[in-house]
């Protein structure tokens, strides 16, 4: 941790744990090489593209019904709006993603109870929200570090109007923090989406905590899975076969159901 981003620490005491942890982790461990981070995702893109299946084959394998239309189109004005929202932020995050895929996941899961971790803008809390106000239940639960350095603390889920937030706690902390605390309120959930911590510790809490919730027939999916080999070891520890699905610009997203 540099000198800076330790001073954006100490500017906010809610956010003094990972502070903490981060200092900690520092000092007991020596900074993995540049070159064996770029061999690991080498490895790991190799993996996910010599694994990779159409949507058309994940959705069969799911039981999915009818087509996977785009939340552009299905919510028009609202999808509108939330563009205009992101294109006014002052902080550039990161794009929509799998949105469709999310939408329609819940919808065919009738999910009731949502865990996503990783907001920025709120593209993935936004289908997912729009999803669940479709079928008239259901909540979200999301996780949010604020980016240091970055001050986009209030641009975070700047997508999702207020309409739709009544179903929706947004968790201003790192999942170290928030995500032991959601799933002891909710020891249940039907779907969980990972998108935040990217190292290969971090995906190994998130998807361990995320899977245990998971009721059986639920699902966890996973952003950028080619950063590292997390997402292919946790699927072996679970003896789970994945689906991998090509995302975009060399990312792939990991797919696994319980």
């Keep these: 941790m540099n000198s800076r981003t330790f001073l954006w620490f100490l500017g906010r005491p809610t956010l003094y744990p990972e502070m903490f942890r981060r200092l900690s982790w520092s000092l007991s461990h020596p900074r993995t090489p540049r070159s064996h981070r770029e061999s690991q ?8 593209a010599s694994v990779a299946v159409g949507r058309e084959v994940f959705l069969g394998d799911l039981g ?30 990161g794009g929509a993603g799998e949105v469709d895929l999310l939408y329609h996941l819940c919808l065919h899961l009738r999910a009731e109870r949502v865990v996503e971790t990783g907001v920025a ?31 986009s603390d209030a641009q975070v889920g700047c997508v999702v109007p207020d309409a739709l937030r009544g179903r929706w706690k947004l968790h201003r902390r790192p999942d170290r923090d928030i ?13 969980a989406h990972y998108d935040s911590d990217k190292s290969e510790p971090g995906r190994a ?10 009721r059986p027939g639920g699902v966890l999916i996973s952003d950028d899975i ?8 946790f699927s072996e520890a679970v003896e789970r076969k994945p689906w ?11 797919i696994l159901r319980k």
Excluded at 226 to 233: G, I, K, S, T, Y
Aim: net charge positive; charged share 25%; aromatic share 12%.
């Design 179 to 191: 995500l032991p605390k959601v799933l002891r309120e909710w020891p249940v959930i039907d779907l």
């Design 205 to 214: 809490f998130g998807y361990d905590l995320l899977w245990k919730a998971l």
């Design 244 to 254: 991998v699905l090509f995302s975009r610009d060399g990312a792939y997203v990991g």
């Design 64 to 93: 999915f019904r009818g087509e996977l239309g785009k939340v552009s189109g299905i919510h028009p004005e609202i999808w509108r709006r939330a563009e205009q929202a992101a294109a006014d932020s002052p902080i550039l995050m």
């Design 121 to 151: 803008y709120g593209w993935s809390s936004l289908a997912v929200l729009l999803a669940l106000d479709r079928m008239g239940q259901g909540s979200l639960a999301s996780s949010d570090m604020p980016y240091a350095l970055r001050r």
């Design 226 to 233: 080619q950063d590292n080999l997390a997402f292919r070891a």
């Design 41 to 48: 995702k080498r490895l790991s893109a190799q993996w996910c």
